[in-house]
């Protein structure tokens, strides 16, 4: 059972959403599969999102961040020769 969800966090309410799996053996329990919740408050999250819809550049700043880790690398041996 997918089940949609708010909660306030200072003066902004937040949304969000749970799949409950229910059980009434062994006095009864609740299990939490999945959830997600939006952290910008009054914003939107569907029920069964689990990612932002709007992909992160995430291989263009893993790009950047090798590139400048092989820039202090080359300045190093550089400096270590002189």
Known sequence: ???????FSGTDTLYGWAELIL???G???V???RWAYND????????GQT?????APALSTLAL???GAFGVRRWRAR????
């Not at 910008?40 to 029920?47: Q, T």
């Open 1 to 7: 059972m997918q089940s949609p969800f708010r909660f």
């Open 23 to 25: 059980s009434t053996t």
């Open 27 to 29: 006095g009864g329990t």
């Open 31 to 33: 299990t939490v599969n």
């Open 40 to 47: 910008e408050a009054d914003g939107s999250v569907k029920v």
């Open 51 to 55: 990612s932002d819809p709007t992909p």
């Open 65 to 67: 961040l090798a590139a």
């Open 79 to 82: 400096r270590a020769a002189a």
